[in-house]
Nanobody, 117 residues
């Protein structure tokens, strides 16, 4: 019904930047929230940032001031600009879209981000 594909992950030095992209396909309708979550080895998946179709954003405290989420609803895409990367940002990053009317979430397959010197 809905598929999400992430891209843009990779290896980056601490202090560097990466931009993740998520392309959604299928039936995307409003209202909805798109977001990025991450899961580090041995840890539970955690929220990174979300953005509503109206543009409202929410960020984890650990990424505030460093990461910026944006979306292009017409293209059904969401991006995560990650600046000032830290080793603790290393994780698999997953794209998410949430439809409150359906009470349903859809997830991408994840893209690896590794921050290391």
């Amino acid at each position: 019904q809905v598929q999400l594909v992430e891209s843009g992950g990779g290896l980056m030095q601490p202090g560097g930047s990466l931009r993740l992209s998520c392309v959604a396909s299928g039936r995307i309708f409003n209202p909805n929230t798109m977001g990025w979550y991450r899961q580090a080895p041995g840890k539970q998946r955690e929220l990174v940032a979300t953005i509503t179709n109206g543009g409202g954003t929410n960020y984890a405290d650990s990424v505030k001031g460093r990461f910026t989420i944006s979306r292009d609803s017409a293209r059904n895409t969401a991006s995560l600009q990650m600046n000032s990367l830290k080793p603790e940002d290393t994780a698999v990053y997953y794209c998410n879209v949430r439809f409150p009317i359906l009470a349903r979430d859809f997830w991408g397959q994840g893209t690896q981000v590794t921050v290391s010197s």
